[in-house]
């Protein structure tokens, strides 16, 4: 066991043993571990490297250090940067879980349900990846590549994720059957850039990775009155949820059932455009 | 030198009377930790335990090879079938379960070997090692198929059969009443206590072996053991461990026997942990159930007739499912006046988990059914749901579905009235957190829409059906100090606590001992089960008490002589009402004084062929008002309020009262909207607490408590009665009931799933 106290050391003790695993928070691993799925050899425990920890903008990008916890994330100046972050971070788990578990260790594990991920992909983050070999940047979906799967190199620690500032709304809504503590059935991330006039959504829960409401966002990118800021109609509420929700690529399991999943994210969608930007007529069930 | 730290439940006491919110003396152990739970036994030279499992629910075993396992370094013992010493099965009803599976295994999860090894990990490794080969057999996983399907045990697929007749059955061949018919479904809920189980065995000089163990019932599990050990039940010892919540699922054997089984063979201390997924496999659940209903009333809501099918799945073994059908079949139709009923009540064997019992014990499934009905009985005749109720509450004098003439206190329309009356205190709250979806942000306040009902239950307190209840107690008085001996288990409902009541009320001192509770010396004090302690162990005790009492004031009054009936028993001294007398109580007992006795409560009859007879010897009804919010769209749900009104006789400490009804709602809460054990094929998909779901501190509202009735029982200690089941009878009942008042829609079946709401529509595929 290695208790690294600065990112070199981190790096070198990986560099020594590039099977090392990584520990941040544990949240994930000792589930692992328990449930007897894991062999652990060498472990590099990096919760005590401050290069890892806390965040810092430059400009309009925001640089999430990879061990930032989720209660880290309640600070309000975090939230005004990266609403859909903070929200993200606040439906995790207990306080307990988010008093140490970090975004790293979400993005590392890649599961369907990590809440992090539909953020990540709407805000188009990109991951920091270093080793000993030098350092590396990948866009979200290079990173996430499967159920649980991610690009990680022998050897390599994410050091951060960047994201934009993007000065317009943003929602982060998660459904489960219970009001707290639960793992998502389905989730939804929409944010906004006013500048870059586009309507972006990231979707939790409903493929084997997270995914981008593509066609969704292209049709209210376009309906969106950017300049007079008139609210979209029931009609375009309407059929931007339809669209979200052809997106999905759902799955029945004991958690929910695919026509559930693909029901919810359509409700959701319209929610959070509406949460967004109001809307003019009547909702339509 | 070896520590077992198993009873901490020993030890002294401040107690004051009954009635009082005495603090429980292992409260402030339990919140900072320092409680020593089963899990928490350590031995020198201990050895750990492990158990191989069946991942088939139903197989025929060709081959078990142990070899690979016994060769791998550090492993002392691995043991199968044919190393049981004694009678290889088990059961609480029947004797149908194996120790170890011989050549057939029947649910998945099944124990097949056992090993002891000097680390958990070697035990994982050595399990790993085992080889066994099985012929997997097509398992039968659908209850209403188990009747004609070719038998999967020796003793048949029927477990028991109620087909209860009572009064005319011709009562509604007329014209002119109202009916109303429904079918409803239960699923399977587990206990979710967060102490899994856990045990240690010592093998003793003797030859025999101590048990500490986590049970609701030492001597049952005492006489089951040594039988499977073969040894005279003198030389298994057990006693009670630290209880992490039990709730039913503690009354069948779990790793009991292998344990002993282990230290004997090994010469070893041996304990041994369930994980949480084995728990889940370890010990039965709450039966799910299918029930069909026919209710028919007069135009102004009276009933005359209920007509009922009730099917339990009991999974693969009997446990105590003769019991739970007999309980789900008696109060069938709820706390009312039903002349005629016909209620076919059966509980079948199939390759599912096990199930058995759980706080509640038959009256949870049929109460969410009975009250269904009672509101669809409403909406037919127009009448309001509560009036209905009111007009057929059942009250002393009445009879029962089993003919039973109610000779008890039951204050069905108190309870209803006072929880319909109370006034609520749920207001609209602006924070999101509040709304259903919690912390998921998913509603704003115009998706969501409330609904509110009241449902009423009840169910028999103790053993029925001509069992012989007992409970040993004895109080010993020696230089003044109190102990007193009793081998009730106390799982969290706060025995400990009573007994110190108990003692001040009628000894007059402020401080107890509680001797270790164990199977030696001291007959057995019956389950903690059946909301029967308070009354039985709290009677014995009592009663033991009275009779040191009467050999203190006797002994003062011969040596002081003044007559008996002058001596009191006030704050550790005798005195006399004169003024005459005061002796000090160590001084009176330096010549220690001590009373044994064993308490029974009044005898009960078995039910006959039609389901008659007086079986039952107390009863407790509930009633609970349930406030939701639902957003229909996503189905999700949040209780807003649950108010309730309880018959308890009398409250005999106020706080452990209010925990009982808090903590019973809690579980009626779970089990209408989140707590399922899934099961496919006949294997438990969410065996962990990530899946398996309980209702967190955002899911459980505030338990409002309208009233607790305090009408004496009559026969009852101190005309208490027990209080810990009837809190997640109706509460269940309730909260689905005001699920179908927000929605319209039927929700026939709980747990509500948020797809039962959110796509109802498209699952009927008719319109609301
Ligand atoms: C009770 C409970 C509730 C939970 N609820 C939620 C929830 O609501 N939503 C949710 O999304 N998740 C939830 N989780 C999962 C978990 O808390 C999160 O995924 C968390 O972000 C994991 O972070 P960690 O720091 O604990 O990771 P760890 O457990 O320490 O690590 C997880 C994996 O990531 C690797 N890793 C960690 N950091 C790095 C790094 N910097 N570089 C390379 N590899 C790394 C580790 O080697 C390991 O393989 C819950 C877990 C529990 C136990």
């Not at chain 2, 040594?226 to 298994?236: E, N, Q, R, S, W």
């Not at chain 2, 028999?460 to 007193?484: K, Y």
């Not at chain 2, 009354?535 to 009492?549: L, T």
Request: proline letters at 6%; one cysteine or more; hydrophobic letters at 45%.
């Amino acid at each position: 066991m290695t208790i690294a106290l600065t990112l070199d050391d981190a790096c070198a003790a990986l560099a020594a043993d590039p099977t090392a695993t990584v520990l941040a928070g544990g949240t994930d691993l000792m589930v692992q571990v328990n449930r007897g799925d894991h062999s652990i050899g060498n472990v590099v425990a990096i919760d005590r490297v401050p290069e890892l920890r806390g965040w810092t903008r430059e400009g309009d990008v925001l640089r999430i250090g990879a061990g930032m916890t989720y209660a880290d994330m309640a600070d309000p100046g975090f939230g005004a940067l990266a609403p859909a972050l903070g929200q993200a971070a606040r439906t995790v788990g207990s306080p307990q879980i988010r008093a140490t578990g970090t975004i790293g260790g979400n993005l590392a594990t890649a599961s369907p349900a990590g809440d992090m991920l539909p953020v990540l992909v709407a805000l188009d983050a990109v991951v920091e990846l270093r080793s000993s070999d030098g350092e590396r940047h990948l866009p979200l979906d290079e990173f996430v590549v499967g159920v649980k799967a991610n690009a990680l190199s022998a050897g390599e620690l994410i050091v951060a994720v960047r994201v934009p500032v993007l000065h317009g709304p943003q929602e982060f809504m998660k459904v489960g059957p219970r009001n707290a503590m639960v793992i998502s059935v389905a989730s939804l991330a929409l944010v906004v850039d006013p500048f870059g006039r586009t309507v972006r959504v990231g979707l939790g829960s409903v493929a084997p990775v997270p995914l981008r409401a593509t066609e969704a966002e292209v049709m209210i990118g376009g309906r969106i009155d950017w300049e007079g800021g008139r609210p979209p109609t029931a009609g375009d509420v309407d059929r931007f949820g339809q669209l979200v929700a052809d997106a999905a690529r759902p799955i029945d399991d004991h958690r929910g059932t695919a026509a559930y999943r693909r029901h919810v994210v359509g409700v959701m969608a319209r929610r959070a455009l509406v949460r967004a930007f109001g809307m003019v007529g009547e909702e339509a069930a | 030198m070896s520590e077992v730290r198993a009873t901490q439940t020993r030890g002294r006491t401040r107690p004051s009377g009954i009635g009082e919110s005495v603090r429980r003396p292992d409260a402030i152990p339990k919140v900072t930790g320092a409680f020593a739970f089963s899990s928490d036994l350590r031995h020198d030279r201990m050895l750990w335990g492990g158990t191989l499992r069946s991942p088939h629910p139903s197989a025929r075993i060709s081959s078990i090879d142990v070899g690979p396992a016994v060769a791998v370094t550090g492993v002392h013992a691995v043991l199968t079938h044919s190393d049981v010493p004694g009678r290889a099965t088990f059961g609480l009803e029947h004797l149908d379960q194996s120790v170890l599976a011989g050549d057939v295994v029947r649910y998945a999860g099944e124990p097949v070997a056992i090993v002891a090894a000097d680390h958990p990990d070697t035990v994982r490794r050595a399990l790993d090692a085992i080889q066994v080969e099985y012929e997997v057999t097509e398992p039968l996983v659908d209850p209403s198929r188990a009747e004609t399907a070719t038998p999967i045990h020796p003793d048949g697929n029927l477990i028991r059969r109620i087909h209860l007749r009572h009064g005319d059955p011709s009562a509604a061949d007329r014209e002119g009443l109202v009916t109303v018919e429904g079918t409803y479904e239960v699923g399977m809920q587990d206990q979710a206590f967060l102490g899994p189980e856990s045990g240690l065995a010592v093998p003793a000089a003797d030859g025999g072996v101590d048990l500490f163990i986590a049970t609701q019932w030492l001597h049952v599990d005492r006489d089951q053991v040594a039988d499977c050990l073969g040894m005279d039940p003198d030389l298994v010892r057990l006693t009670l461990a630290g209880v992490g919540g039990a709730f039913g699922a503690r009354e069948d054997l779990s790793l009991h026997v292998h344990l002993c089984m282990l230290a004997l063979y090994t010469g070893r201390p041996v304990k041994m942990v369930y994980s949480r997924h084995e728990s889940f496999h370890g010990h039965v659940h709450r039966h799910p159930a299918r029930m069909w209903y026919r209710h028919h009333a007069e135009p102004d809501g009276t009933l005359v007739r209920v007509e009922a099918r009730l099917l339990l799945d009991g999974g693969a073994y009997a446990s105590s499912s003769g019991a739970v059908i007999a309980n789900a079949t008696c109060f069938a139709a709820g706390p009312y006046r039903v002349p005629s009923a016909d209620v076919d009540g059966v509980v079948v064997r199939t390759n599912n988990p096990p199930c058995g019992a759980m706080r509640g014990f038959g009256a949870v499934q049929t109460c969410m059914a009975h009250e269904a009905q009672m509101d669809r009985l409403a909406t037919a005749l127009d009448m309001d749901p509560i009036d209905l109720r009111l007009k057929n509450a059942l009250a002393p004098g009445d009879r029962l579905l089993t003919g039973q003439v109610l000779t008890g206190t039951l204050p069905v329309a108190e309870v209803i009235r006072t929880c319909a009356e109370h006034p609520s205190a749920a207001v609209r709250s602006d924070e999101p957190m509040t709304r259903p979806g919690g912390a998921g942000r998913t509603a704003d306040a115009d998706h969501v829409v409330r609904g509110e009902a009241l449902a009423v239950g009840f169910k028999n307190l103790m053993f029925s059906e001509g069992f012989d209840d007992s409970s040993a107690a004895r109080c010993e008085l020696r230089d003044g100090v109190v102990t007193i001996t009793c081998a009730c288990a106390e799982v969290g409902q706060g025995f400990v606590t009573l007994i110190g009541q108990i003692t001040s009320e009628v000894l007059g001192v402020d401080e107890v001992v509680l001797a270790p509770v164990e199977t030696t010396g001291i007959g057995s004090a019956g389950s903690t089960s059946a909301s029967r302690q308070s009354w039985m162990s709290g009677g014995a005790v009592q009663k033991a008490c009275e009779e040191v009492r009467a050999a203190v004031v006797a002994r003062v009054a011969v040596t002081h002589d003044v007559p008996v009936d002058d001596l009191v028993l006030v704050e550790g001294r005798v005195e006399s009402l004169s003024g005459s007398v005061s002796v000090d109580l160590a001084e009176a007992t330096a010549e220690p004084l001590s009373a044994d006795v064993v308490y029974r409560h009044a005898p009960t009859s078995p039910l006959d062929h039609d389901g008659q007879g007086d079986a039952h010897v107390s009863f407790a009804v509930s009633a609970h008002r349930a406030i939701v919010d639902v957003d229909p769209d996503l189905g999700l749900v949040r209780v807003v309020e649950l108010t309730t009104s309880q018959d308890v006789g009398r409250v005999l400490n106020p706080v452990q009262a209010v925990g009982q009804l808090e903590g019973g709602a809690a579980q009626g809460v779970g089990l209408a909207v989140m707590e399922e054990v899934l099961v496919d094929g006949g294997r438990i998909r969410n065996a962990s607490f990530t899946d398996y779901l309980v209702p967190t501190a955002l899911d459980m509202p505030p338990v409002e408590i309208a009233a607790l009735i305090e009408q004496p029982e009559p026969g009852a200690p101190f005309g208490a009665k027990g209080i810990g089941e009837p809190p997640c009878i109706s509460s269940t009942a309730a909260v689905v009931g005001a699920l179908r008042h927000a929605t319209g829609l039927e929700l026939a079946r709980v747990p509500v799933r948020p797809a039962d709401i959110a796509l109802a529509e498209a699952q009927a595929g008719v319109d609301r």
